[in-house]
Structure formats: structure tokens, C-alpha cells
């Protein structure tokens, strides 16, 4: 009987299985053959490199730089993303005239490609041609957003733009499963909103906006796209990101043996966080 | 018959047609198109991808019939054709026959290219067509040759000549650099002081009454692009990456090139916002009349001279420096070695080899790399007569062999922290040596 359950938890998971191996186990494998030869684009023939790429990447300063600046830029979003998303969910908590059409317009820029909203920035907040310097300088105030002084700030401002609509959506949902008693005891006992909040609000939606928070965390750690059309990783490698760093290394150095070692360390950074994870959605992980 | 039984028959004999039809235009369309073989071509978006498109559809509407071949252009994003292509290349592909490449490119992409006979240099411009060989070996078949101008605001250069702006010129000429100097009003002849002193002018932080904010718009951005048109300072202040197979970007006049860029930001000539500018940006200062020069590519005449402030008043000279240099590329399509169709792409890369089809691609806004079709067409763009002369004449091609690419990415990056002056030319120009250096093994 039990070997019978178990043929066909086999076959109904099979299909899954089928696809991980395909999408996910085999580029792995191939990642990992990767990283451990010595393959340029320059050159034709790939031969093996041992633990070379890894030896090499663990002594690039710039692969540090690059991941110096991607753990202060993903913890940075991440924090201003939670607080401006919890604010939000706050104020999206009560009714309001207009709420319904102010909620979509709130989630649009989720909706956008990264790299769409990038070329955006650049056409809007152009200095030249861009619509905000153009309307600032009407009443006088002169703006240089891309200032290399100001860069980094720019690029937090710009990210927590785009996904401060997801961690909003995301605390909001969870707001909405919180229990109206509670909030009505606290009332009845005469506590403050900032109380409610503060006792209330707060600890109960606290698992959720750590798992909040940790999928933002991963995601900005990854983050690509808007960084490389804005800046390019400069003046420099001042905004280099570890993934525009993994990116140059492949399509322009070339060197897709360096490329792969850095993305399997990428992923061995990333999965203790995994646990923690997992923790959080209390699954039975045996 | 009922009505409902006279409606069947009716859609019965409608789809009968339909059928009957769609047979017929299917055995009409498709039975040429398999008998010839498709060649399937890469290209980015854009001009060129444009103005390609036109020879394709001519010669599949022409000479391909006869040829056998049927064409069919790709056009890849414009940001990521060359990573995509890197991915393709190194998977060994036969997906697509032929490859756009280009002259900084070529030595990485060699390994995967066939050699093309039976091209006529001298059809050519000399700096392209010799820029795409590679051990002498003629990989790539030039397309647009591209270069850089210093494009600059006629009316007011030509403004420098009253004996008022004369004085305030040496006043700030001293202010800013710390020489007197005299307006010069031969653009051709600039070097860098005329340039500095010229754009400092031009600036509204030290004349207040200049028509345009910034006097230089400098395209900083850490881009291998941008490498490419600091190389013009670098090469006419007498630098060059390797002398005798050394690097040497630490040398006076590297660190002196380095100090042109740093100090037309950190005296701000230019915007803050050039720390990030390439292209588009440096465009876009040029027209809106917030800048008066820059330093830029020839593609980039055909906005300037039609749009915003800068519309019929823009001058175009040859880069500034003591021996005058100017950057040269061209873009160009290679045959992929594994190829399963060859032979077919063989003839369609022959029939792009021919004025014919380089004329087509002229008048759908391509810039080819033949003199003799840029020569016909001056009348439709001026600027076609100076990227005759000037890559004759001041054209230069850097060896960097199968790194190239390479090199400009990483100097780039080794750079720009100097050009928007976080770091002194002193700080970078060891590092930029020491970069080059581990790229020549």
C-alpha cells in the first residue's frame, strides 16, 4: 500500500521533476563544468581550469567592490521599500474618497519592465530634454539628478519608485487579514493610532514583512537592468552591482569561466538565507 | 430546402472556397520560398537595421531569386546584440549564418568567422576595410564607417571676434586655465587649450552672458563607447594604449588626456549630469542649446544640423589636439563558420560587397564605408565629405587584437572616476597600465 502511494507520488510529481532537471539541474551542471575551465570567447579551445576562476574571483578587488555596493544598495531599497510600503498599507487601510482609482494607479509601476522604467528615467529626468528638470526650473530650482555626487541616492530613490508598489501590495494583503477585534479592544481601552501601531499593528504583521523584506532583499540583490542603462556600474565601478560585474565579465570580457564561478558564489552567498525563508512560511521541511 | 438546410449549403460551398483559395495561395507563396535556401542574417535596430532592410528586400526581390537565396534580417536589440551573439558563438550556433560584428570586435569574434574572398579593397575606405582583417585575413565585410566629429555652435564661435569678447576671452581663459589665450576661430585647427578656453567661454558660471549654460557637453559614463571618443584626446596629445608593446596610458600625455576630461567636469564646462551621459544625452545638450561643443559621432550630424539650437548652425572640425586624430570603426557582417549554408550566404555577402547594394543602403540612410557613394551623396549630407577626408587623413584604428573590446570597456571603468574628477589622473593612470597589462596575456 505504501509503495503503492509512493509510485504515484513519483508519477504525479514526475511532470515538476521532468521541468527542474531541464530548467534548473541541468544549467547548473553546465554552470559549474563551466566554472571550473578556462572558457574565453577569444579563444576556441575550452580546456579545464580546476578551482582557477574561483581562486581568481576570490582575489578580484572589483568582484568585493561589486558586492560591497550590491549589499548596501540591497539593504538600503529594502529598508525604504518596507517603510514606504507599510506607510501606504496604513493609509490604504481606511476608506476614502478616490481609493480604488489611487490603489491601481499605486501598483502601475510594478507592472513596468525594469529596464523600460530605466530608459524612462533617463528620457524624464534628462537635464536637457527631461520634463521634472524642465518643470523644477520653472520655479527656479536647478537639479543635477545624476550629479555622480548624488548617483547612489538617485538609484535608491528610483528603485523604491518602482517597487515600493509591491511591498505595499504585499503588507496591505496581510493588513487585511488582521482581526477587526483586536483594533476595536485597543479603542475601547483608549489606545493612540500611533499605539495601535506601534503594540498592535506592528507585531502582528511582523513575520510577514520579514518575508516581505527577504523576498526584496534577494530580488535587489539580483538587481540589474535599471542600474545598467542608467549607469553602466560608474562613474567607475562606484554602482557596479555584482550582477552588471557577472554580465561584463561574460559579454565583454568574455570570460565565461570567471562568469559562471562568480554566479555559483553569488548563489552560495544567497542560499543561507533559504532556512530563514522557509521558517517564515512554516513548512515542514524534512 | 428550408431555410436552415439553404444555410448549411451555403457556408458549405463558402468554406469549400475559402479552402480552395487558401490551398492556392499557400502552393503560389511557399512553393518558391522552399525551393531557394534562407539565409538568416543578425543586425541591431536602428539606421543600419533600416537601411538594411531595404537592400534585403531588393535583392530577395532581385538577385536573390536568380542567386537562390533568400534573406532574412534579424534585427536584435541595440543594447545586447553583441552579448547575444557571444552566447551564440560559444554554443557553436548554425542558427544564424551571418554575424554583425565590427572592427573592435572582429579579433574576438575571428574564431567563429570564415574568411571572405574575393573582396576589392580599394573599393574601401582604408581604415575600415583594413580594421576587420585579422592575421591578413579578411573576416568581416564593412557596412557604416564611424567616426568622431568636434561639433561646435557656428554663430558663436564666429561671435569670438569683437575686440569685448576678445578681452573677456583672455580674462577667462586665464580664470579657467591659467593662461591668457586668444579665441581662435579656426575650429580645424583647435587643440585642446582653444577647445578648453573656447567651452569655458561659453559657460554662464564664468560669462554670464553666454547664450548656452555649459560650453562642453562630455559623454563621461562609464561605456566602452565613451572610451572610444577619449581615445581622440589620448591620440592627439601624442598617447597611445601600448608604445613598443608596453602600456602606456601612464605617460604624460595620457595623464594630460585624462586631465582635458577631468577638467572640463570639475570646472564644469560641462553638467554634473555628464557622469552619466553617452550619446543621447550629449545630443540632446547639443539641441537644446544648453551646450555649444562636443566632442561626438558622425551619426550624430544628421540630428544636429536639423534640430532645436543647433539647427543650420553647427560647424563640424576634426578633433582637437597636436596631431589631430579621430577614432574609426566600422560596423560590419561576418559568415558564420558553422553555417549549415554557406554557399548561400557566400553569394549574398558578394552581392553586398557590390556598389550596387551599397548604394541602396547609402539612400536608405546607411553611411557605407566607399568613398565613391559617400562622394555622390554630399549634396544629401554634408558631413559625408568629412568622414572621407578625415578618415584619410586622421583616421586611426587601436590594435588591441582579440581584447579590444575589452580594453575600451576596462579603461572605461578604470577612467571614469578621473573624468568626473572622484579620482586624479595620477590615481587612475597606473591602474588603467596595470589593466591593459593583464588583458595582453
Redesign the interface.
Known amino acids: 500500500m505504501r509503495g503503492k502511494s509512493r509510485a504515484a507520488a513519483f508519477l504525479l510529481a514526475s511532470p515538476f521533476l521532468l521541468f527542474l532537471s531541464i530548467l534548473v539541474i541541468w544549467p547548473t551542471y553546465l554552470g559549474l563544468k563551466t566554472a571550473l575551465s578556462r572558457?574565453l570567447?577569444?579563444?576556441?579551445e575550452i580546456t579545464p581550469a580546476g578551482l582557477d576562476n574561483f581562486r581568481m574571483v576570490l582575489e578580484q578587488p572589483?568582484f568585493w567592490e561589486a558586492l560591497r555596493f550590491t549589499i548596501i544598495f540591497a539593504l538600503s531599497v529594502t529598508v525604504l521599500e518596507c517603510l514606504l510600503g507599510f506607510a501606504l498599507a496604513l493609509v490604504f487601510d481606511r476608506k476614502f474618497p478616490g481609493k480604488t482609482f489611487l490603489f491601481s494607479v499605486t501598483l502601475v509601476p510594478i507592472m513596468i519592465a525594469p529596464s523600460l522604467m530605466a530608459v524612462m528615467y533617463?528620457l524624464i529626468l534628462?537635464?536637457?530634454?527631461g520634463v521634472v528638470p524642465g518643470f523644477l526650473q520653472k520655479f527656479g530650482i536647478e537639479i543635477?539628478?545624476?550629479?555622480?555626487?548624488y548617483?547612489f541616492w538617485t538609484l535608491v530613490t528610483l528603485d523604491a519608485l518602482q517597487y515600493t508598489s509591491f511591498t505595499f501590495l504585499l503588507i496591505y494583503a496581510a493588513l487585511q487579514n488582521m482581526p477587526s477585534e483586536v483594533y476595536e479592544s485597543a479603542a475601547i481601552d483608549g489606545a493612540s493610532p500611533r499605539q495601535i501601531i506601534a503594540r498592535i499593528t506592528i507585531p502582528i504583521l511582523k513575520p510577514a514583512i520579514a518575508i516581505i523584506a527577504m523576498l526584496r532583499l534577494i530580488d535587489s540583490f539580483r538587481t540589474f537592468d535599471t542600474i545598467y542603462?542608467?549607469?553602466?556600474?560608474?562613474?567607475?565601478?562606484?554602482t557596479q552591482t555584482i550582477g552588471i560585474h557577472i554580465?561584463?565579465t561574460?559579454?565583454?570580457?568574455?570570460d565565461?569561466g570567471m562568469a559562471s564561478a562568480m554566479s555559483i558564489l553569488l548563489v552560495m552567498l544567497l542560499t543561507p538565507f533559504m532556512p530563514f525563508i522557509i521558517r517564515q512560511f512554516r513548512l515542514d521541511v524534512k | 430546402m428550408n431555410r436552415i438546410e439553404r444555410g448549411k449549403m451555403r457556408l458549405r460551398k463558402i468554406l469549400t472556397v475559402a479552402v480552395a483559395t487558401g490551398a492556392l495561395f499557400t502552393a503560389l507563396t511557399v512553393a518558391p520560398a522552399q525551393a531557394a535556401t534562407e539565409v538568416k542574417m543578425i543586425l541591431w535596430p536602428g539606421p543600419e537595421g533600416e537601411a538594411m532592410q531595404k537592400v534585403v528586400d531588393a535583392y530577395n526581390a532581385g538577385q536573390g531569386k536568380k542567386d537562390g537565396v533568400v534573406v532574412k534580417q534579424v534585427l536584435l536589440s541595440r543594447d545586447n546584440t553583441f552579448a547575444k551573439e557571444a552566447a551564440l558563438m560559444k554554443a557553436k550556433s548554425s542558427e544564424y549564418d551571418i554575424y554583425f560584428t565590427a572592427s573592435y570586435l572582429v579579433g574576438q569574434h575571428a574564431p567563429y568567422l570564415s574568411e571572405i574572398k574575393g573582396v576589392n579593397d580599394k573599393l574601401y575606405l582604408k581604415a575600415s576595410i583594413d580594421g576587420l582583417k585579422v592575421n591578413k585575413k579578411q573576416m568581416a565585410l564593412p557596412l557604416d564607417t564611424s567616426l568622431h566629429f568636434m561639433y561646435y555652435r557656428t554663430d558663436l564661435v564666429s561671435s569670438l571676434s569683437s575686440a569685448a569678447n576678445i578681452a573677456k576671452y583672455k580674462q577667462i581663459s586665464k580664470t579657467v586655465l591659467g593662461k591668457e589665450l586668444s579665441p581662435n576661430l579656426d575650429a580645424e585647427t583647435w587643440n585642446w587649450d582653444d577647445a578648453l578656453a573656447t567651452a569655458a567661454f561659453f559657460t554662464q558660471k564664468y560669462n554670464p552672458e553666454s547664450p548656452t549654460k555649459y560650453g562642453y557637453a562630455l559623454p563621461a559614463k562609464n561605456l566602452l563607447y565613451n572610451t572610444m571618443i577619449w581615445n581622440d584626446v589620448l591620440w592627439g596629445l601624442g598617447g597611445n594604449w601600448f608604445t613598443k608593446g608596453k602600456p602606456s596610458i601612464n605617460t604624460p600625455a595620457g595623464k594630460a588626456a585624462i586631465d582635458v576630461y577631468r577638467t572640463i567636469y570639475t570646472k564644469e564646462l560641462t553638467s554634473p549630469d555628464a557622469s552619466q551621459w553617452e550619446y543621447a544625452e550629449t545630443n540632446a545638450a547639443l539641441t537644446s542649446g544648453n551646450a555649444m561643443m562636443a566632442l561626438q559621432w558622425n551619426a550624430a550630424y544628421s540630428e544636429l544640423s536639423s534640430t532645436g539650437a543647433t539647427s543650420g548652425k553647427v560647424g563640424i572640425a576634426v578633433p582637437p589636439g597636436k596631431g589631430q586624430r579621430t577614432h574609426v570603426h566600422a560596423l560590419a557582417v561576418g559568415l558564420n563558420k558553422y553555417s549549415k549554408n554557406q554557399a548561400a550566404a557566400a553569394k549574398w555577402m558578394k552581392h553586398l560587397a557590390t556598389v550596387k547594394a551599397m548604394k541602396n543602403y547609402a539612400t536608405a540612410g546607411g553611411v557605407p564605408s566607399m568613398p565613391t557613394i559617400l562622394n555622390t551623396m554630399v549634396s544629401s549630407n554634408a558631413s559625408f565629405a568629412n568622414i572621407i577626408t578625415y578618415a584619410g587623413k586622421y583616421g586611426y584604428a587601436e590594435a588591441g587584437g582579440p581584447r579590444e573590446f575589452d580594453i575600451y570597456a576596462k579603461l572605461a571603468e578604470v577612467l571614469s572616476p578621473a573624468w568626473v574628477g572622484q579620482k586624479t589622473a595620477e590615481e587612475v593612470a597606473g591602474a588603467a597600465d596595470a589593466a591593459l597589462k593583464s588583458l595582453q596575456k
Open positions: 572558457d570567447l577569444s579563444e576556441f572589483q533617463r534628462n537635464q536637457n530634454i543635477s539628478i545624476f550629479d555622480e555626487r548617483i542603462i542608467m549607469t553602466g556600474g560608474g562613474p567607475g565601478t562606484t554580465y561584463k561574460a559579454f565583454i570580457t568574455g565565461f
